[in-house]
């Protein structure tokens, strides 16, 4: 949020979105005593059972997905991909934490064990290994079988 704050707060003076994300950083690093951080998104089954029931729609699937941005390095996005209405929703965000697990193996453990919960499929391609453009749930499901 506070990249785009300043991105929009800029925007007249030509401050493309790669300066914006360099001016918080800085501020960061500058105020990082000072800065009231957010509070994790929780990765109990519980807490994710309930987002993912908020939404309309059935819960088709789990999703990991990679994404990464230059203040975070990479991270993980743990989705559910509803049908009926078809879409997806933002469950959690997992980002590497000091001391904990790196954010592939936290958002697998979160996930299969939500999956399961759920009794739906869970798809994470690529754990172990930032890969932003692995395969998606729905373009696995329709790729024809191999005998």
Excluded: C, N
């Excluded at 519980?46 to 994404?67: M, N, Y």
Aim: aromatic residues 8%.
């Amino acid at each position: 949020m506070a990249i785009k704050v300043v991105w929009e707060a800029l925007r007249p003076l030509e401050v493309s979105l790669r300066e914006a994300e360099q001016v918080v950083h800085a501020r960061y690093e500058m105020f990082g005593d000072r800065v009231r951080r957010a509070q994790p998104d929780p990765l109990d089954v519980s807490s994710l059972a309930t987002r993912a029931g908020a939404h309309p729609g059935r819960v088709a699937a789990i999703e990991a997905l990679w994404d990464g941005d230059t203040l975070h390095d990479w991270f993980v996005l743990l989705v559910a991909i509803l049908d009926d209405p078809a879409g997806e929703r933002h469950l959690a965000t997992v980002y590497h934490r000091r001391g904990g697990p790196p954010p592939g193996i936290a958002a697998d453990k979160a996930g299969r064990a939500l999956a399961q919960y759920l009794g739906v499929p869970f798809h994470f391609p690529s754990p172990d290994v930032p890969d932003d453009e692995a395969p998606r749930w729905r373009t696995v499901q329709r790729l024809p079988e191999t005998p």
